[in-house]
């Protein structure tokens, strides 16, 4: 059973270009978490998905962020016209749909914005 | 709301020495307990987890266990290793609130030769 799948692991963007991050969650997870960490700094939490639907969205950026979990394909985190400011490490996490159960993270990508 | 609060770091520590992380939690419900193990350059790893009071989770000489009267999950090691060197997050999930996670803001450990 492969872990969370995370692509790219690294992406550079020029200011203004949009970027795109992949996260394929295990097999048999329907829920999925998104979540930015700066250098040096903890996690912190963006966006809570299950399969078609956002369930918390409290940590996401009002403007240019935008995240999706289709039916099928991988949970996409959108950021648009990225700024200097994007730039840092983002997870993806993904649960069963069980409780008590343990999120697994992905390896990251981390975002450079030039 | 749900919410996790963490020793603040960092913790220098030389080697052999004891570990204490002090984890204290905030919950609607009765939530499980999570300690995260991140590595440099690497995403969060499962470290030990606990679901119910009393329980102790334990795993690579690590241990930790859910107080629901003082509404704490501290982390422990009796003799730290310079591989120990690494941020521990304290995390806990809560159906109440539909599964979602909440973390601490994440203890960086050197453990010294």
């Known amino acids: 059973n492969a872990g969370v799948m995370q692509n790219p692991r690294h992406l550079v963007r020029r200011r203004g270009q949009e970027a795109r991050l992949r996260c394929s969650p295990m097999?048999?997870?329907?829920?999925v978490y998104w979540y930015r960490q700066l250098p040096e700094e903890g996690l912190k939490f963006m966006v809570y998905?299950?399969?078609?639907?956002?369930?918390?969205e409290s940590g996401m950026p009002k403007e240019r962020f935008s995240a999706e979990f289709p039916k099928e394909g991988p949970s996409i985190l959108r950021i648009q016209q990225v700024v200097r400011g994007d730039s840092a490490a983002y997870f993806c996490?993904?649960?069963?749909?069980?409780?008590?159960?343990?999120?697994?993270f992905g390896q990251g990508t981390r975002l450079t914005v030039v | 709301g749900d919410s996790v609060t963490q020793m603040e770091g960092p913790v220098t520590l030389s080697e052999e020495a004891f570990l204490t992380i002090n984890c204290t939690y905030t919950?609607?419900?009765?939530?499980?307990l999570f300690w995260y193990v991140q590595y440099p350059g690497e995403g969060l790893q499962l470290l030990l987890k606990?679901?119910?009071?009393?329980d102790k989770g334990s795993n690579k000489g690590f241990e930790a266990t859910y107080r629901k009267e003082t509404t704490s999950f501290h982390l422990e090691k009796g003799s730290v290793q310079v591989s120990d060197s690494a941020v521990y997050f304290c995390?806990?999930?809560?159906?109440?609130?539909?599964?979602?996670?909440?973390f601490g803001t994440g203890t960086s450990l050197t453990v010294i030769p």
């Open positions: 996490a993904s649960s069963p749909p069980s409780v008590n159960t343990e999120a697994f």
């Open positions: 097999k048999g997870h329907s829920h």
């Open positions: 998905l299950q399969k078609e639907n956002i369930i918390d």
């Open positions: 919950a609607t419900g009765y939530p499980s």
């Open positions: 606990a679901t119910k009071a009393d």
């Open positions: 995390a806990l999930s809560d159906r109440n609130t539909g599964n979602q996670f909440y």
